[in-house]
C-alpha cells in the first residue's frame, strides 16, 4: 500500500517537531566530507538555525562552501521502521544584529525553555555564529516492491505539503 505524499509530509513534520538535532553534511573545498550533529531550530518556512563555534570543521567547511545536507531520522523507534528526513540546502552566518538574528534566537532558546542569550553574543569578538540552512530541496524515503525486493525510492516534498 503506498503512501501519500500528504501522509509522508505529515509524518516528516512530526520528525522535524519531534527531533532536536539534526546532522549536517558539509564539505571543505578539497572536496574532505565532514558530518556534525547540532542542535537546531526551524522556522515556518523550515529554515533551520543552529549555534556553533566558528572554528568548528563544519563551520570552516560551510565558509568554504555554503552547500550542505541535512538529515533528521528519529533513532527512537523501534529497529526497521525509522523514517528520515533530507534536506538539501545553502547555509549562512547571521552576522548583523536584526530582525533574523532575534527570531533565530528566539527560535533556538524557546525550543529548550531556556532564556535567550542577547544577539551581541552571536557577534563580533564572540568565538560563536548562528547559522541558517535555507532548504532547496526536502524529501523522505518510501518504500516500493522492484519484482521481489522492496527497495527505498525518493519522495519529493514541499514545504507547502509540511504546513
Known amino acids: 500500500m503506498e503512501i501519500s505524499e500528504k501522509e509522508l509530509a505529515t509524518q516528516a ?3 522535524i517537531e519531534k527531533i532536536l538535532y539534526i546532522t549536517i553534511a558539509s564539505v571543505n573545498s578539497k ?15 523550515y529554515n533551520f ?6 572554528e568548528n ?3 570552516k567547511n560551510l565558509a568554504e562552501n555554503p552547500n550542505a545536507f541535512v538529515v533528521i531520522y528519529d533513532s527512537t523507534v523501534p529497529e526497521g521502521t525509522g523514517f528520515g528526513v533530507y534536506v538539501k540546502g545553502k547555509v549562512q552566518q547571521l552576522k548583523e ?5 532575534n527570531k533565530a534566537i528566539k527560535l533556538l532558546y524557546e525550543r529548550k525553555n ?10 563580533g569578538k564572540f568565538p560563536r555564529r548562528i547559522f541558517k540552512l535555507t532548504p ?8 516500493r516492491n522492484l519484482s ?4 527505498d525510492v525518493r519522495i519529493d516534498i514541499t514545504k507547502e505539503l509540511l504546513k
Open 49 to 54: 538555525y543552529w549555534v556553533s563555534w566558528t
Open 57 to 59: 570543521q563544519h563551520s
Open 97 to 101: 544584529n536584526n530582525l533574523e538574528i
Open 114 to 123: 531556556n532564556k535567550p542569550n542577547r544577539p551581541e553574543e552571536f557577534l
Open 13 to 15: 513534520k512530526k520528525v
Open 136 to 143: 532547496e530541496e526536502i524529501w523522505v524515503n518510501s518504500s
Open 148 to 151: 521481489v525486493s522492496p527497495i
Open 31 to 45: 572536496g574532505e566530507p565532514w558530518n556534525s550533529p547540532v542542535y537546531s531550530a526551524f522556522d515556518e518556512n
